[in-house]
């Protein structure tokens, strides 16, 4: 069955960096457009990233544009988002998520979700 | 950007009434080309990811029950759960993706009453 498995959270002080993974199983991963989302503790979802099945686009929210970068490795099933210059703004739980449509850049709706793995900053 | 905005906050409803969540989009997510409503609803339950409701407005998601249903156009959207079961309790969210970036509502906390 379809698997998304997000890694690589942690505590980091403000300003440090850190690199989100998830790696997924059940699916063709390079069909697919894919996008990380995150829930601050207490608020709501926001969309922060997404990058199309080939990688060669993406597109990020304003809030975090400049400072985090969304990347895959299709050879190893895997979807990436590497944050930098992080702020106590960004704690949260971050989930990735498979986009629903095959071949296309992004449709922009999420049909399969990972756990999330869970980013605190805080000094 | 497109901001989505849920009514109520929070819905407390008897066991097998109906629940119906509001979401209204500060521009209309209706495309011109193909009449389709770039809406989407999710369930989010605690400790569990979100959770695909309904698509293009009204199209529900494979295995979601026929009691969920959406409806509106344009700017203007509902679910609609018709007879609400103890397994619904949830926080209900809206999501535009006609236009990057994408936004969601900021949910709706569907409890028994």
């Known amino acids: 069955q379809v698997q998304l498995e997000e890694s690589g959270g942690g505590v980091v002080q403000p300003g440090e960096s850190l690199r989100l993974s998830c790696a997924v199983s059940g699916f063709t991963f390079s069909d697919y457009a894919m996008h990380w989302v995150r829930q601050a503790p207490g608020k709501g979802l926001e969309w922060v990233a997404a990058?199309?099945?080939?990688?060669?686009?993406?597109y990020y929210a304003d809030s975090v544009k400049g400072r985090f970068t969304i990347s895959r490795d299709n050879s190893r099933d895997t979807l990436y988002l590497q944050m930098s210059s992080l702020t106590r703004e960004d704690t949260a739980l971050y989930y990735c998520?498979?986009?629903?449509?095959?071949?296309?850049?992004?449709?922009?709706?999420?049909?399969?979700w990972g756990q999330g793995t869970l980013v605190t900053v805080s000094s | 950007d497109i901001v989505m905005t849920q009514s109520p906050d929070s819905l407390a409803v008897s066991l097998g009434e109906r629940a119906t969540i509001n979401c209204k989009s500060s521009q209309s997510v209706l495309s011109s080309s193909n009449k389709h409503n770039y809406l989407a609803w999710y369930q989010h339950k605690p400790g569990q990811p979100p959770k695909l409701l309904i698509y293009?407005?009204?199209t529900r998601e494979s295995g979601v029950p026929d009691r969920f249903s959406g409806s509106g156009s344009g700017t203007d959207f509902t679910l609609t759960i018709s007879s609400l079961q103890a397994e619904d309790v949830a926080v209900y969210y809206c999501?535009?993706?006609?236009?990057?970036?994408?936004?969601f509502g900021k949910g709706t906390k569907l409890e028994i009453k």
């Open positions: 999501q535009q993706y006609y236009s990057i970036p994408y936004t």
């Open positions: 990058i199309s099945y080939d990688g060669r686009n993406t």
């Open positions: 293009w407005a009204s």
């Open positions: 998520a498979r986009d629903v449509t095959v071949g296309v850049t992004t449709r922009g709706y999420f049909d399969c």
